[in-house]
């Protein structure tokens, strides 16, 4: 496991990105990320569960959109590499596929390099760090690399990220304002790829456990915001939802998992947590 702090890396406090390295079975993460995670899991013994059901959600985004004929893809707080990159999923199914990977924590950028380095292509592969609050800067960040074309139709995948507070100056949450931000930049034709926990339609001991865990997120990591279907949905705008719409990311296109897309079995879908969703813009 990690132990040797990187250069930004704040160990005074837990961070997200890393228990979520934990909880998906990562090395990225430190003492005090594991201890937070195994606290969360006493109260929300699914919490593991639920975190491998969106990495699954995304292994099959990825492969459905490759199969559209999308080569092209955005991650926007793609965390650590853990349990199968957005590249080594498309490589399976399209070795052209270009990637540019974007995150704010300081490990998940330093460690996405060193796999990069290690396994990818520098010609198809980017990792640059950047803030999901500052659409203008992270478009012109991916644009430097030169690994994807701006001007050419791409998915945009913010997958987990969003139940995250991204506080603007004021206080406020600016996340929506922020995807309504992206959907503007992307060009005719892209793909907006979204998931983020919700707090309605949960069963009752679910609901109770996650607000619990919230809290404890709220009071020593970051704060949380959850919304409902419909506000979920509404950060879509007027792109085209694919079918199945708005769903658990436990139920979105269950056929597209590929070999190495973990399988996580629920009596309820809805005990994933989080909604999913795929849109496109006319």
Not at 48 to 75: E, I, M, S, T
Not at 91 to 99: G, L, N
Not at 163 to 186: F, K, M, N, S, W
Request: with cysteine.
């Amino acid at each position: 496991m990690a132990e040797e702090p990187l250069p930004g890396v704040d160990l005074e406090r837990p961070s997200v990105a890393r228990v979520y390295d934990w909880y998906l079975g990562g090395t990225a993460n430190w003492a005090i990320d594991r201890e937070f995670g195994k606290k969360v899991l006493t109260t929300f013994p699914a919490g593991k569960y639920c975190a491998q059901a969106n990495r699954a959600f995304l292994h099959r985004a990825v492969r459905h959109l490759v199969a559209r004929g999308v080569r092209q893809f955005v991650d926007i707080g793609s965390g650590v590499p853990t349990m199968g990159n957005v590249h080594q999923v498309a490589d399976e199914v399209a070795p052209d596929s270009r990637v540019v990977y974007i995150d704010y924590e300081p490990v998940a950028v330093a460690h996405s390099r060193i796999l990069l380095e290690q396994h990818g292509d520098p010609a198809r592969h980017a990792v640059v760090h950047g803030d999901l609050r500052d659409p203008d800067g992270v478009w012109d960040a991916v644009a430097r690399t030169g690994v994807v074309d701006l001007g050419e139709p791409l998915a945009l995948l913010v997958t987990a990220v969003l139940h995250v507070q991204q506080t603007g100056p004021d206080g406020r949450d600016v996340g929506p304002e922020a995807i309504a931000q992206y959907r503007d930049l992307l060009p005719a034709g892209s793909f907006l790829v979204l998931s983020q926990i919700t707090h309605e339609g949960l069963p009752e001991d679910i609901a109770a456990q996650l607000h619990a865990i919230i809290r404890m997120y709220d009071n020593d990591v970051s704060k949380h915001v959850l919304r409902s279907k419909a506000e979920f949905g509404a950060l879509f705008g007027d792109f085209a939802l694919l079918d199945p719409g708005v769903t658990w990311t436990a139920s979105w296109h269950p056929e597209e998992s590929g070999p190495d897309t973990p399988v996580i079995d629920f009596d309820d879908p809805s005990e994933s947590v989080m909604l999913a969703g795929v849109g496109q813009k006319p």
